[in-house]
């Protein structure tokens, strides 16, 4: 039986309304708000705190809030830990302190966590929705269309090799079976947008050539990471592909992201008509954002991904007269919700993945290593892939190809539901996503650094 969008979609970590349902009935509501507000304290104290530090060593301040969320998540303190992580009430602490010092009964404790759990994961999805809007507002359309040929094929490279090392290399020096094995390898093929574009702003290249590039290429990674995961899916759940399914997804995300430009195009004039009669409190900023979500809603709706309608809708206000007043007033609204996001990212990392005293480990380890390997030069080497560009630092496209961040989590979700992949596979594929969404915003920096006033297309990598 093929799989459906449907099931496809219930897999991967949205907005999971399910949960909502099923617990709504028997958690405590003024506890789940209670669990939610401590919770923030947590976030934005370890965002706050990681991202000084961070700063304050060279490094870019998103990094410390990742750190920051591995240090109040599952990996350390459990502040902040989710039900995905194999983990329940017991183990969260801010749970234990609600039923100690707020009378949360232990009956409902499970789904009051639930709950709490959902609302914060929701409040993560707006943060990086919010992140990815202004993103397309720093980001210049023209600049970004005239360099999507070289995005394209950056992105196709950075798919293709990961893809086929990984799995191959898998299959013939591990003996992994191949439907496992192909699994695997479409893990090595995400991009975190959302990982290398915040850095790419913090380190202010975003809108040089590399971040064009680098961010035009992440959005098609996206777009392409969605069908090569349908694609796996189905692979795994009938071992055949569902080509209907995939054709649904390529014409449909093509379709979404040519649309949504072109419309914007029209409306982005009747929106400068609209704030200049507004007179109210924002009257400028709730259009954007009505705009931004309707667009976020209709990609999720198409069971694209919810970024990709975002950052379409930043595109389109880029060529308006409003656009750096727009940025000014999107900047507070993305310091409050981004962080969630970032921290999330980190909380939900398990570092225990990494212990070698744990013999179930090991395997996963040797493993890890091979795909660690060629999930880095599998991006790297995508640099090289650019042409006709002089003065261009190809090592920073390459670097900024790495992080796998939530994405490549996705996959690894998605493959541990079905069954397909062992034990130390997923560890592996975890063991990957960590350390390459880790390794990028440090390896970014470096990379910019040494290639200033560099002609890197004279030293190709």
């Not at 830990?81 to 009956?107: K, R, W």
């Not at 210049?140 to 005239?146: D, F, R, S, V």
């Not at 702003?201 to 050539?209: N, R, V, W």
Request: aromatic share 6%.
């Amino acid at each position: 039986m093929a799989i459906s969008i449907t099931w496809l979609t219930s897999l991967t970590p949205k907005f999971l309304l399910s949960p909502l349902l099923a617990t709504a009935t028997e958690a405590e509501p003024s506890m789940v708000l209670a669990g939610v507000l401590l919770s923030l304290v947590v976030i934005y104290l370890a965002s706050k705190v990681g991202g000084e530090l961070s700063n304050a060593l060279g490094f870019p301040p998103v990094l410390g809030e990742l750190v920051g969320g591995v240090l109040v998540g599952i990996s350390a303190l459990h502040l902040l830990v989710f039900p995905e992580g194999a983990v329940n009430s017991s183990d969260s602490v801010i749970m234990n302190f609600l039923q100690l010092t707020a009378g949360l009964s232990p009956d409902a404790a499970g789904a009051t966590f639930q709950l709490q759990s959902e609302v914060v994961s929701v409040l993560s999805e707006l943060g990086v929705i919010i992140l990815l809007f202004e993103v397309g507002l720093e980001s210049n359309l023209k600049e970004l269309l005239a360099a999507g040929a070289q995005a394209t094929i950056v992105a196709f490279v950075g798919v293709a090799v990961p893809f086929a090392a990984g799995t191959v290399g898998l299959m013939t020096l591990f003996g992994v079976p191949a439907i496992p094995a192909i699994f695997a390898g479409a893990a090595l093929t995400a991009t975190s947008i959302g990982i290398t574009s915040k850095v790419l702003s913090e380190l202010g290249k975003l809108t040089s050539k590399e971040g064009q590039i680098i961010v035009g290429a992440a959005v098609i990674d996206d777009v392409l990471g969605i069908i090569v995961l349908a694609v796996v899916a189905s692979l795994a759940k009938t071992g055949e592909v569902d080509v209907t399914n995939v054709i649904y997804l390529i014409i449909s995300s093509t379709v979404f992201l040519v649309g949504a430009i072109l419309l914007g195009n029209v409306f982005n004039k009747s929106f400068v008509a609209i704030s200049d009669r507004i007179k109210t409190r924002g009257g400028l900023v709730i259009p954007a954002l009505i705009f931004a979500f309707m667009l976020s809603y209709i990609g999720a709706a198409i069971h694209l991904e919810a970024i990709l309608g975002a950052f379409a809708a930043g595109l389109v206000f880029d060529e308006t007269d409003k656009r750096k007043e727009l940025q000014r007033q999107i900047e507070p609204i993305a310091d409050v919700m981004v962080p969630v996001f970032f921290v999330c990212v980190g909380a939900k990392t398990n570092l225990g993945v990494l212990n070698p005293a744990v013999p179930a480990n090991r395997e996963g380890l040797i493993v890890a290593i091979f795909l660690i390997v060629v999930a880095i030069l599998g991006k790297v080497v995508t640099g090289a892939a650019v042409w006709g560009q002089g003065n261009i630092n190809r090592l920073a496209i390459g670097v900024g190809m790495i992080p796998r961040g939530e994405v490549g989590l996705v996959f690894a979700g998605v493959g541990s539901a079905s069954g397909v992949i062992s034990p130390p596979l997923e560890a592996a594929i975890i063991m990957m996503v960590i350390l390459t969404t880790f390794l990028a915003p440090p390896l970014l920096r470096i990379v910019f650094k040494e290639g200033a006033g560099e002609v890197k297309s004279e030293t190709p990598v």
